[in-house]
């Protein structure tokens, strides 16, 4: 079993900066993928970004509504995936997951909540204009 935790999330003003973290423990595999997902209130839940491991970490890939705003990166002797977000905006406001599987490829990337195995509970991100 694998458990994700996510914490660092906020009320900031428009303008401002958070970084989320994302704490992976358990039975982890030797290569995944971890996404960062949101889901704003009324709406579906939507990809921001993703990154993986494979004995060192790739550059990622961001959707292009967080994309030269948001940055995702991990430290593995942490086994915590980070997202810095930058110049936020009142449409940022969500709660944000994080979640993990297993990875097949060090190029491929992962966009899809089912192509996701494990989830943590989420963290609030509020926005205020």
């Known amino acids: 079993q694998v458990q994700l935790v996510e914490s660092g999330g906020g009320l900031v003003q428009a303008g401002g900066s958070l970084r989320l973290s994302c704490a992976v423990s358990?039975?982890?595999?030797?290569?995944?993928?971890v996404g960062w997902f949101r889901q704003a209130p009324g709406k579906e839940r939507e990809f921001a970004a993703t990154?993986?491991?494979?004995?060192?970490?790739?550059?990622?890939s961001y959707a292009d509504s967080v994309k030269g705003r948001f940055t995702i990166s991990g430290h593995n002797a942490k086994n915590t995936v980070y997202l810095q977000m930058n110049s936020l905006k009142p449409e940022d406001t969500a709660v944000y997951y994080c979640?993990?599987?297993?990875?097949?490829?060090?190029?491929?990337?992962?966009?899809?909540?089912?192509?996701?195995?494990?989830w943590g509970q989420g963290t609030q991100v509020t926005v205020s204009s």
């Open positions: 979640a993990i599987r297993p990875l097949d490829n060090f190029r491929t990337y992962y966009y899809t909540e089912n192509a996701y195995n494990y």
């Open positions: 358990g039975r982890t595999f030797s290569t995944y993928a």
């Open positions: 990154i993986n491991w494979s004995g060192m970490w790739n550059s990622g």
